[in-house]
């Protein structure tokens, strides 16, 4: 179909996509014949890891970050636990939405095939540019910060030292994640583990405190007192940083394609891990202020390693490893999930084609992963990331909504289109109410930053247009692209990966693209990458 659109390559390595051996390590049944493609080795421990892994970072261990908004104990308690429950919904609509359409690439996918070719780019565009180099940089740049500070006890690690480990943190990662999809996940499920186990300390040491009856801040009448006066602004800016700690609960629609059944994981992954998240936030800002009145949490830079400090005596070394082995496991989730959705953007057309290629023995997308390694270095070097984390958050959480209104959409335009999950449109009706009042407030609240956002955004339009929509490319063009994707593939030893007739996104994922893309199919045909 037109939305795989691929450059005419030398005949060797593109058979070999149908001739290959077999991917090492590959579960019985999950090739077809002896063709190359993307192994499903992602099972429901795997998939909840993804999750949990991607969305706990380091913020819960080192900021307040809600209460210094909420003005009380009480009403950021509250925040998170509302938070947590949209959360839940908008996951809730991306089960349907991932079982419906049933392909890596997460909301750029969805995007793309209910609102047509241009909506999709935008989406990958915004994240290619600037979300995934971005949010790496910062999570490898917190855990070498974590590991050097031992270091500097008296000061701060040095810029230059802090830049170079995080770069041979991504490093390391991305070899992990090019030699084995299992070693990936094997890597994400024990550190995921250990930031559990983390928290899970911190809420017990808070349950021992309740029962020594340090839990003034948690009586009614303590927990609702304002430390500051309560302002609408404020709270809702409290609800928008909440939202975001909950980031990365999309993720595993990234790599839908290698799940292991995800007709049942993927929605079960969900229902375990958003609840889990939430318990952990809320209980884990209880245990806090069982320690720490309000002031003092505020003061703390890192809130964790206080409350150690307060209650672990020589055991408080415990919470800054514990903050780098969460970041670490952050970077490589990161890591796993983004090379997936470049996969998925190049695959359809809209990225270069090598992205779209996998090792003809490990099964990995080694080009797009090391793209995410290459742009993430890149930003290292920059220091402007945190106010370019600013510029597209907003837009970041624009997709969101968008996504799930897409699932209106498909329900009135494919009414009969089979759906595997199908929950209530009041769910999604309730999630686009919360984030209209999120999305109005921030576009109040700082009109100038959310402007810079979708002028970003927008500078997608002519890139779209000249590199995919237009037909008649000069030749020396298309001449120039085929020789550097040959080169690519004999470097990285990849080819283009069989397609995977059996994971359900066939004849329905093409009935579903053919009654929602605006491009005609005719067009599509004709369109060179």
């Not at 370019?388 to 009969?416: E, S």
Request: proline share 5%; charged share 15%; hydrophobic share 45%.
């Amino acid at each position: 179909r037109g939305e795989r659109r691929r450059p005419r390559m030398t005949d060797g390595p593109r058979q070999r996509s149908s001739t290959a051996g077999s991917c090492k390590d590959a579960a019985p049944g999950k090739q077809s014949g002896d063709a190359v493609a993307l192994k499903k080795e992602i099972g429901l421990v795997s998939a909840c890891g993804i999750i949990v892994g991607n969305i706990i970072g380091s913020g819960i261990f080192v900021s307040p970050g809600v209460l210094e908004n909420a003005s009380s104990v009480g009403v950021a308690l509250v925040v998170w636990i509302i938070t947590g429950i949209i959360t839940a919904i908008g996951a809730l609509c991306y089960a349907e939405l991932g079982v419906t359409i049933p392909k890596s690439g997460g909301d750029y996918s969805y995007v793309k095939d209910i609102f047509g070719g241009l909506a999709g780019f935008l989406r990958l565009w915004i994240a290619v540019l600037v979300i995934y180099p971005t949010n790496q940089a910062v999570i490898a740049l917190t855990f070498s910060n974590y590991v050097l500070q031992p270091l500097f006890p008296t000061c701060f690690p040095p810029e230059n030292g802090l830049r170079l480990l995080a770069g041979v943190c991504l490093l390391l990662l991305t070899w992990v994640n090019c030699s084995s999809v299992r070693w990936a996940t094997r890597v994400q499920d024990i550190f995921t583990a250990g930031k559990l186990l983390a928290l899970g300390l911190i809420i017990i040491m808070g349950i021992v405190q309740i029962c020594k009856g340090e839990y003034y801040w948690l009586e009614p009448a303590n927990a609702f007192e304002p430390f500051q006066d309560y302002d609408v602004g404020l709270i809702a800016l409290a609800f928008l940083q909440g939202s975001f700690a909950y980031g990365g609960w999309n993720f595993l629609n990234y790599v839908t394609e290698e799940l292991v059944d995800p007709y049942v994981n993927l929605p079960r992954a969900i229902f375990i891990s958003i609840p889990l998240v939430t318990f952990v936030y809320v209980f884990a800002n209880i245990a806090y202020v069982t320690a720490m009145s309000p002031q003092e949490l505020l003061a703390s830079n890192a809130v964790a390693v206080t409350f150690g400090e307060k209650l672990l005596g020589v055991m408080s070394w415990i919470m800054p490893i514990s903050v780098a082995l969460s970041t670490f496991g952050g970077v490589n989730g990161s890591l796993f999930t983004s090379s997936r959705l470049f996969f998925a953007g190049a695959r359809e057309g809209h990225l270069p084609s090598l992205l779209a290629m996998i090792h003809m023995r490990r099964c990995t997308p080694i080009p797009a992963l090391l793209f995410t390694c290459l742009s993430t270095l890149l930003m290292l070097c920059t220091s402007d990331m945190y106010t370019l984390i600013n510029y597209v958050g907003f837009i970041n959480y624009l997709f969101y909504g968008v996504t799930v209104a897409g699932q209106i959409v498909l329900r009135i335009k494919q009414p009969n289109i089979h759906r595997p999950i199908k929950i209530s449109l009041i769910w999604p009706v309730i999630y686009l109410i919360f984030w209209a009042f999120l999305l109005i407030f921030s576009l109040y609240s700082e009109p100038v930053v959310c402007g810079i956002g979708l002028a970003i955004m927008l500078t997608g339009v002519p890139v779209y247009f000249l590199g995919v929509y237009w037909d008649n490319k000069p030749q020396c063009f298309d001449v120039f692209v085929n020789k550097m994707t040959y080169l690519g593939q004999k470097f990285c030893m990849v080819v283009y990966p069989a397609e995977d007739k059996s994971s359900g996104s066939g004849e329905e994922a093409e009935e579903l693209t053919e009654a929602t893309s605006p491009l005609s199919t005719e067009d599509d045909e004709n369109r060179k990458p």
